[in-house]
């Protein structure tokens, strides 16, 4: 198992890297050449700008039972479909409950866009994100551990 992290947008990194030194799990961070991230802890892999470049790098070494951290609800399903499984940087665990609805509701939002529609910004991360992300995050750890035994 290791934890594989979009990061070109993703906040909360010192809280996934502080679950992750816990349990002594690989973390992985992949971000396009345009953004610089320093770690001490984690693996930084850079690829090339393009569109969803991030994306397919980290699906392509994404394993059964590892833990992807996106916003990105299309590289949610594409884990899921690895059998890894999915968190938001918010710490909502996406499962396969979930995502056909969270795919819809991006479907729609973006038809909005494109007909000259507004649809609402994300809402500001808070102190609860933080905490659900690290609560949440040790979950999965701790659940996929238990499987290991």
Known sequence: ????????ACPGKQIIEKAAKENNIQ?????DISHTITSS???????DKGFQSVDMALINVTEKNDIVITQDYGVAAMALGRKAYAISPKGYIYDNDNMDRLLFERHISAKVRRSGGRTS?????????DERLYYNLLNL?????????
């Open 1 to 8: 198992m290791k934890i594989i992290v979009d990061a070109d």
């Open 141 to 149: 750890i701790k659940m996929n551990l238990s499987k290991e035994i």
């Open 121 to 129: 910004n994300p809402k500001k991360r808070i102190k609860e994100d």
């Open 41 to 47: 802890y984690s693996e930084v892999r850079y690829v």
């Open 27 to 31: 973390v992985i961070m992949y971000c």
